[in-house]
């Protein structure tokens, strides 16, 4: 059972006991009539022949309190996304496909190209983005929840838990965020182990006191991918279509918004997805890009609030982030030895050092332009700039769905 | 037999000097759907470009032309089209001008009132491209106004107002076209006023307590003022 420590600046919402599922799937058909739910899920096609999807559409199948499904299929052919159609079709509400590839909706890419938008490249961020605006478009509703679809240890429990904080108006948050640990035999997670709570604490020890490195170590797991927002906040948000989507869109969150309606639910006893590889001698793959991405954000975001980088700076920081990240992984070695988990040492050491190229890498790319941002222009700049996009954007999906 | 040879070649003469009178204007025909067909791509090929220099698609985006091609299920760009219209209007003209190049009078007054007919259909593509204009600027101007005054059907207001104008505008294109003139001109009558009267009961209907408050405390302001005593 989890303690019920309040951590940092955001609200911390624990699991503590055994709380009743169907108490809160109650509570959320009572307050969905009120505030209805889209849950927005960016998908591959191949995600769909894995193990994960066949169990999610189960479970989503049992849910009473969602208003609309936004699936948008990426990485599939015509046939594959007819597939997808039926395979979604034993839920029982309204499911709708944005079909990414499809020419209509490639043209509502080009369209926002020709209208000097920058929606980056193809990504969950880029998609994720897309869907969001299909939510705004369709005007049904007024929360969205979102989560990948590589879950395989998914249940419904796990969104009830999500969606509750912001659907409830009695507490009323606009930005809830999941967590859960990352155990199997071992511990997981290593970027967020290794890289980001290191970083942002030796960033804290550098600069001092700052209220977003105080609001980025609140997170528990600040790269969960799963999460759920008032409309409000999607229109508001913009997207990074990079890898460091997570990080950059906390960033936003934290732009946009007071960390009092800002809260962290604990989702899911046990959580297992697809692992990326290290990759630490590429940096254009895995957690190696990854980590060059997601350091780029934090600098981009610090330097937006004022603080002031340099060289000096980047490398009193390489040093800091590497003392930090070793004590870190005596910390974690501890823990795993308590509980009986595989721990090696040497793998946690060799994150470290590909994780410290990393930051060297990026810090590299933000001195040499600290103004390169891949952040998607949030919905409310794109229908200033194309008024009809969200009537073509409505328009192209629903004729997919036809 | 010299006399049933003449009947069998006698016609055969007459076809043959026919198509020696026709063949020339059949050459003249074809040289001139040829020569058309080729300018007709040259001018969609120029227009392309410079719809593409002028940002003409992006243009179409702001202005809403994009979204109405949309609503019709049409993904191309707007520039695409109108390039490909433009071919085919070229090429149709072209092929008219042919036509009446074989100097066969039936074709001819047809051609004729095709080139009547242009600006007729130019003057209808016109209004309807101002009038969706004026339409979404006018319902936008309404939404806006309704939404600052609080009132609560703000959209259907603004829709109304576009669906009201859009319906007039239609109807101006479609008699400005002469496609059954008297038939749109009925229907148009029919439809705006039906719905005039229709808004006009409502208004009454619904504002009858609220005239009789008025008219009420007018009668009370004129006994009041009658009532009144002079104080020099």
Redesign the interface.
């Known amino acids: 059972m989890a303690d019920f420590y309040q951590t940092g600046i955001i609200t911390t919402l624990h699991r503590l006991g055994k709380p009743s599922l169907e108490r809160i799937e109650a509570e959320l058909v009572e307050h969905s009539k009120t505030r209805p739910l889209a849950l927005v899920l960016p998908a591959l096609y191949s995600e769909f022949e894995g193990p994960a999807m066949p169990k999610i559409v189960e479970e989503l199948s049992k849910v009473k309190y969602i208003n609309e499904i936004v699936l948008i299929l990426a990485r599939a052919s015509e046939k594959e996304f007819l597939k997808v159609k039926e395979f979604m079709a034993p839920i029982p509400y309204d499911v709708k496909i944005i079909y990414n590839d499809g020419k209509r909706i490639q043209e509502i890419y080009d369209t926002f190209k020709r209208n000097g938008l920058d929606t980056g490249q193809d990504g969950k961020g880029r998609s994720a983005w897309l869907a969001y605006g299909y939510v705004i478009a369709a005007g049904n509703s007024d929360v969205i929840a979102l989560h990948d679809c590589d879950i395989l240890t998914y249940s419904r429990e796990m969104l009830a838990r999500l969606c509750y904080p912001v659907v409830s108006p009695n507490l009323d948050y606009v930005f809830c965020k999941g967590f859960y640990t990352r155990v199997t035999d071992k511990m997981h997670g290593r970027v967020t182990r290794l890289l980001i709570t290191p970083l942002v604490r030796s960033l804290h020890n550098l600069i001092g006191s700052h209220p977003f490195l105080a609001f980025m170590d609140s997170f528990r797991y600040p790269l969960a991918g799963e999460f759920c927002m008032s409309l409000d906040m999607a229109r508001v948000n913009r997207i990074p279509w990079d890898w460091g989507l997570e990080v950059g869109a906390l960033a936003e969150v934290y732009r946009n918004s007071s960390p009092r309606r800002i809260c962290q639910v604990d989702i899911a006893e046990t959580y297992e997805h697809k692992h990326q590889s290290l990759s630490a001698d590429d940096p254009e793959k895995g957690l190696m890009r990854m980590t060059v991405d997601i350091c780029k954000s934090i600098f981009r975001t610090l330097a937006s609030e004022g603080v002031i980088f340099s060289d000096g700076f980047f490398k009193t920081l390489q040093v800091a982030y590497l003392r930090m990240a070793e004590d870190t992984i005596m910390k974690y070695e501890a823990d795993a030895a308590i509980n009986g988990l595989a721990f090696d040492r040497h793998e946690e050491a060799k994150a470290v050092e590909a994780f410290t190229k990393g930051i060297t890498m990026a810090a590299q790319t933000f001195m040499d332009n600290p103004m390169g941002s891949p952040l998607i222009p949030n919905w409310n700049r794109v229908t200033s700039a194309i008024p009809g996009i969200l009537d073509m954007l409505k328009k192209a999906v629903d004729e997919d769905n036809r | 037999m010299e006399g049933f040879l003449n009947l069998i070649l006698e016609p055969i003469k007459e076809v043959y000097l026919k198509f020696k009178l026709f063949f020339p204007s059949f050459l003249a025909m074809l040289t001139i759907v040829i020569i058309g067909i080729a300018i007709a791509w040259a001018v969609k090929k120029l227009m392309l470009k410079v719809f593409k220099a002028a940002?003409f698609?992006?243009w179409c985006?702001?202005m809403?032309f994009?979204?109405?091609l949309?609503?019709a299920?049409v993904?191309a760009?707007p520039g695409d089209i109108s390039g490909v219209v433009v071919y085919w209007f070229l090429l149709f003209g072209f092929l008219m001008i042919g036509l009446s190049a074989l100097q066969i009078q039936a074709i001819d007054n047809l051609v004729s009132q095709f080139f009547l007919y242009l600006p007729r259909a130019f003057s209808a593509v016109v209004i309807l491209l101002i009038g969706y204009m004026v339409a979404g600027f006018l319902s936008r101007a309404v939404l806006i106004a309704a939404v600052n005054s609080g009132f609560h059907y703000a959209k259907l207001l603004a829709e109304a107002v576009k669906l009201l104008l859009t319906v007039l505008i239609l109807a101006m294109a479609l008699e400005q076209l002469q496609v059954a003139p008297s038939i749109v001109l009925a229907a148009f009558s029919i439809i705006f006023g039906g719905i005039v009267i229709a808004l006009a009961i409502s208004f009454g209907v619904a504002g009858i307590e609220g005239a009789r408050k008025m008219i009420q405390g007018e009668t009370e302001a004129k006994k009041e003022e009658k009532g009144d005593v002079e104080h020099i």
């Open positions: 940002n698609d992006s985006d702001r809403g994009t979204a109405l949309r609503k299920d993904w760009k």
